[in-house]
């Protein structure tokens, strides 16, 4: 798309992960391999560059001491941070580009003397979500060619040229981590800290094998059969006690999932500051639809009241505001309370 407007390209394969511990899954080389024949269709030269102890101290690490904590971070926002649109896009500006261009289905506009990021024309794949770290300087110096079109038109474009990429598997799991078993990936590098699974009574259930290895509104892997409830209906994670050790489970769409309330920490906003306080919208997730809030500003920390309670709010997950289709910026989710 951009050689067709005219632009002179040359394409960068970043490596982020050493992959001693990970056969079986779509490797670095066989990604490279692919890239280097986009490339040679396309005619365009092709640089590589190994960032994989830049992402294990600027992200890996972070995650791993999140986790320890007991809370759920989101590695994809610190890796567009600290990597692709940090040591990447400095790498790329040290080979002479101006600008890098990455695939990600978002858009950036300007106005009013500033840059915006925008959320992509296809919901269903807009990343605006994970970008809200950006700022000024590096959407100056980025290109979002894909943000106006849709995955599908994306996909016939690649095989008009004949691109061996047309047909190949979206990319899901940890940030340049891949598809695995993430119980079983994260106990590699965390010691099982076994502890109590309880209920809103303080009944014991079961054991658990470590905190760091659920996440609230988790359904799936609890395992807990029945007798332990009159009640047919599923069992969810509703809290995880780090002084005690204990996981929280209730059942159906218990009250325990719900707050209508959080408060944050490492705000961050895309352009200037906002006036508070602030109309809006915010996602506490990935994929969420947009849901009205005001944000009130203290001090150093802003609390967000939602118009609606949310079900599922994860300490460690970020939050992402925005005005329509303009992401304003975001903030870590501290914590979650009930007005």
């Known amino acids: 798309m951009l050689l067709e407007q005219g632009y002179n390209v040359e394409a960068l394969f970043m490596k982020n992960w050493d992959e001693d511990d990970s056969e079986g899954y779509c490797t670095a080389e066989q990604d490279l391999a692919d890239a280097q024949k986009v490339a040679d269709k396309l005619g365009v030269k092709l640089h590589t560059k190994n960032f994989s102890s830049d992402y294990w101290e600027d992200v890996f690490e972070d995650f791993l001491q999140e986790h320890k904590k007991g809370r759920t971070p989101n590695p994809d926002v610190l890796c567009n941070q600290k990597i692709k649109f940090k040591v990447f896009l400095e790498y790329a500006l040290s080979l002479g580009a101006d600008k890098i261009a ?11 003397h500033q840059y915006q990021l925008k959320t992509g024309l296809d919901n269903n794949k807009d990343q605006s979500y994970f970008l809200y770290l950006l700022g000024q300087y590096q959407l100056s110096k980025s290109l979002f060619p894909l943000g106006d079109i849709s995955k599908t038109k994306v996909r016939e474009i690649a095989t008009q ?9 979206d990319s899901t799991g940890i940030c340049f981590i891949g598809e695995r078993n993430f119980s079983e990936f994260l106990q590699t590098y965390l010691p099982k800290q076994s502890g109590d699974i ?24 609890l395992e807990i059969g029945g007798g332990f409830s009159d009640s047919p209906e599923p ?9 005690s050790n204990e996981l929280l489970v209730v059942q159906g769409d218990h009250p325990l999932l719900y707050h209508n309330s959080l408060s944050t920490s490492k705000n961050h906003w895309v352009g200037n500051d906002p006036d508070f306080p602030l109309d809006c919208q915010a996602k506490i997730r990935y994929r969420q639809a947009s849901q009205d809030c005001t944000i009130i500003k203290n001090g150093d920390t802003i609390k967000v009241i939602f118009n609606d309670p949310q079900r599922a709010v994860t300490p460690g997950q970020s939050i992402v505001f925005y005005q329509d289709d303009v992401c304003l910026g975001g903030a870590i989710i501290e914590q979650r309370s009930n007005e």
Do not use: M
Not at 102 to 112: K, L, P, Q, V
Not at 161 to 169: E, G
Not at 210 to 219: E, K, P, V
């Open 198 to 221: 309880v209920d809103e009574n303080g009944q014991f259930i079961k054991h658990h094998q470590g905190l760091a290895f659920y996440t609230i509104g988790q359904r799936k892997g």
């Open 102 to 112: 990455t695939g990600h289905y978002a858009r950036i506009s300007h106005s009013d």
């Open 235 to 243: 069992w969810f994670v509703a809290d995880k006690r780090i002084d």
């Open 161 to 169: 040229h004949d691109l061996i990429t047309a047909d190949k598997k």
